[in-house]
């Protein structure tokens, strides 16, 4: 199975443009996450969602939104990319949104903003 | 404010031992997960500890003292393939995960 995918691999966006980063789950798995990881930093959680349908802030959540239409598919969308955006992110899902949920990571997208 | 800390890097040595520690300050705990997370990859889990004590998975344990607010990751046999960061996160009172910046361990041979 491909548990998560994430796409692109690696972008290289312009300041001011809109980006969509795509992740896929084929788990079956309620709730889904994103993370961005930068150096020196644990990973911080930008969105999430519990169940399709519902999605929620994390820790750093001003500048990108989600939606969760369906069960398997969790788009995050830079809509005017800054500098500061520049990070590996991370798609994640997990069974439930119980938090004591082992989290599945996709392989990550790295995004740079110039 | 939460806090969660961990040496930035370790170096050991193939074939030994190596203690990874990991001390955290949150607003309440309802577990501690470790992940390993290899250079360019995404993060899979290790470990997870709710209660104190000791769990022991193969070649790595995991060790939880609430009272202390302390946990260690143990590599016995240490081998090159677990040349990785290893990312410590707890599960803080709204079931929200607080991550580490995690431990860069280099195995020599």
């Known amino acids: 199975t491909a548990g998560i995918t994430q796409a692109p691999t690696s972008q290289i966006l312009a300041a001011g443009r809109s980006m969509t980063l795509r992740c896929t789950q084929d788990?079956?798995?309620?709730?889904m996450y994103w993370y961005r990881q930068d150096l020196g930093l644990g990973l911080r959680l930008i969105h999430y969602?519990?169940?399709?349908?519902?999605?929620g802030k994390g820790e750093v959540p001003d500048g990108y939104s989600v939606s969760r239409a369906n069960t398997d598919d969790f788009p995050l969308t830079l809509a005017s990319a800054v500098p500061s955006q520049t990070s590996v992110y991370f798609c994640?899902?997990?069974?439930?949104?119980?938090?004591?949920?082992?989290?599945?990571f996709g392989p990550g997208t790295r995004l740079t903003v110039l | 404010g939460q806090n969660i800390d961990q040496p930035t890097e370790m170096t050991a040595t193939e074939g030994a031992i190596v203690q990874i520690n990991c001390t955290y300050q949150?607003?309440?705990?309802?577990?501690l997960f470790w992940y390993q997370q290899h250079a360019g990859e995404a993060p899979t889990f290790l470990s997870y500890?709710?209660l104190d004590g000791l769990e022991e998975k193969g070649r790595f344990s995991s060790f939880l003292s609430r009272s202390k607010g302390y946990s260690y990751l143990l590599l016995k046999e240490l081998q090159m393939k677990d040349s990785a960061s290893y990312l410590c996160?707890?599960?803080?009172?709204?079931?929200?995960?607080?991550w580490g910046a995690g431990t860069k361990l280099i195995i020599k041979p």
């Open positions: 969602s519990n169940t399709a349908g519902t999605t």
């Open positions: 788990m079956r798995h309620n709730a």
């Open positions: 500890n709710v």
């Open positions: 996160a707890v599960l803080d009172s709204n079931y929200q995960l607080i």
């Open positions: 949150t607003s309440g705990f309802n577990g």
């Open positions: 994640a899902s997990s069974d439930t949104g119980q938090g004591t949920d082992t989290q599945y």
